[in-house]
C-alpha cells in the first residue's frame, strides 16, 4: 500500500452572504468578507491504493489529475461561487462547505479507480485552510496559522551550568536567543447550519490575541508570561502550555483539536491534548 498526494490550483470569487439578513447583518457578520472578493486556491488530495507491480504507481498521476481536473476546476476556476455553482446555491462558500461539496464527488471517482481517498486540504491563503477526512473525531477541522516572535533560555535551574552545556547547547545562553514562530491552531466541531462555518473567525483571532499572542510575541518566555513560569520554553513544553490556556477559549460551539508550533524550518511540536501528563 502506499499514498500518494497530488495538488491542484483554482481561482475563483465569492462574498459572505446570507440571503435571509439585510446589508447591515451581514456587514456586521461577516465584516470585510461580506464584499465580493477572490481567492487563489489550491487543493490537495491524498489517496491510499496498492502499488501496482507493472508500474509500479498506485494511481497514474495523469488520471488523478483527470480527476482533479474534472470535479474541482472544471466547476470552479474562474467562477462566482455565490452564482455560478448550482449545487452550492444558497450556501455561503466558506472553506467548510467547498470542503463538504468536493469530498463525495471526488471520493467516488477515486474508489471507482479501487483506491481510496485519505483526505484533502483545501488552502484559501497559506494561512488559512480546512482538511477533510472521512472517518475519524475530527472529520472536518479548520487550522489557522499565526506568526509571533519571542527570546528564551533553555535552562533548568536545579542543575549545574555545565549540565545546562550539555543537555540545551548554545540553547542554554546565559543571555538568550530568538525565533519567529509559527503557530497552527486547528479547531474542530459541526459547522453552523445556517453559515457553513466551523467558528467565526474574528472571534477566533480575538481569543488566540488576547489568550496568547499578546503574552508572546516580541517577549521573553522565560520572564514575560505568566502561565511561562517555571516552565522550560521548549517548543514541546510551550505547544502544551498554549493548549491549556486557549482550549477554553474557543469560541463554542468548536473546540480544539490540534496546535502545531514551528520553532524553525527544521522542527516543530505538535499537541492534541489526548495525555495532559505530556
Same mark, same amino acid.
Given at each position: 500500500?502506499?499514498?500518494?498526494t497530488?495538488?491542484?490550483? &483554482? *481561482? @475563483?470569487? $465569492?462574498?459572505?452572504w ?5 446589508? +447591515?447583518? !451581514?456587514? %456586521?457578520? #461577516? /465584516? ?5 472578493h477572490?481567492?487563489?486556491?489550491e487543493?490537495?488530495?491524498a489517496?491510499d ?9 498506485a494511481?497514474?498521476?495523469r488520471?488523478l489529475?483527470?480527476i482533479?481536473d ?18 452550492l ?19 467516488q ?5 479501487g483506491l ?10 497559506e ?15 479548520l487550522?489557522?496559522r499565526?506568526? &509571533? *516572535? @519571542?527570546? $528564551? ?5 536545579s542543575l549545574s551550568? +555545565?549540565e !545546562?552545556? %550539555?543537555? #540545551? /547547547? ?17 479547531i474542530?466541531g459541526e ?12 472571534a ?8 496568547l499572542?499578546?503574552w508572546?510575541d ?9 502561565f ?7 517548543a514541546?513544553?510551550?505547544v ?6 486557549l ?8 473546540r480544539?483539536?490540534?496546535l502545531r ?10 499537541y492534541a ?6
Amino acid at each position: 500500500m502506499a499514498r500518494i498526494t497530488r495538488k491542484t490550483r &483554482f *481561482c @475563483a470569487a $465569492h462574498a459572505f452572504w446570507l440571503d435571509g439578513a439585510d446589508d +447591515a447583518e !451581514n456587514r %456586521r457578520r #461577516f /465584516g470585510l468578507a461580506a464584499r465580493r472578493h477572490g481567492h487563489n486556491y489550491e487543493l490537495e488530495a491524498a489517496i491510499d491504493g496498492p502499488i501496482d507491480p507493472q508500474t509500479g504507481m498506485a494511481m497514474n498521476l495523469r488520471d488523478l489529475k483527470a480527476i482533479l481536473d474534472e470535479v474541482v476546476r472544471a466547476p470552479l476556476d474562474f467562477a462566482d461561487l455565490n452564482a455560478d455553482v448550482p449545487a452550492l446555491a444558497g450556501r455561503l462558500p466558506s472553506l467548510e462547505t467547498l470542503a463538504d461539496f468536493l469530498w463525495p464527488a471526488l471520493a467516488q471517482r477515486v474508489s471507482a479507480a479501487g483506491l481510496t481517498l485519505a483526505w484533502i486540504r483545501l488552502y484559501e491563503s497559506e494561512d488559512l485552510f480546512v482538511e477533510r477526512h472521512p472517518h475519524s473525531a475530527a472529520a472536518l477541522t479548520l487550522h489557522r496559522r499565526y506568526d &509571533f *516572535c @519571542a527570546s $528564551h533560555r533553555l535552562y533548568n535551574p536545579s542543575l549545574s551550568e +555545565a549540565e !545546562n552545556a %550539555r543537555i #540545551f /547547547g548554545k540553547c542554554a545562553n546565559p543571555n538568550g536567543h530568538g525565533h519567529n514562530y509559527e503557530l497552527t491552531v486547528a479547531i474542530a466541531g459541526e459547522p453552523d447550519p445556517q453559515t457553513g462555518l466551523l467558528t467565526d473567525l474574528p472571534a477566533l483571532d480575538d481569543a488566540v490575541g488576547e489568550t496568547l499572542l499578546r503574552w508572546v510575541d516580541h517577549k521573553d518566555l522565560n520572564r514575560d508570561a505568566p502561565f511561562l513560569s517555571g516552565v522550560i520554553p521548549t517548543a514541546e513544553n510551550l505547544v502544551v502550555a498554549f493548549w491549556r490556556q486557549l482550549a477554553p477559549q474557543i469560541p463554542p460551539p468548536a473546540r480544539l483539536a490540534r496546535l502545531r508550533l514551528l520553532e524553525t524550518r527544521n522542527n516543530f511540536a505538535e499537541y492534541a491534548g489526548e495525555d495532559e501528563s505530556v
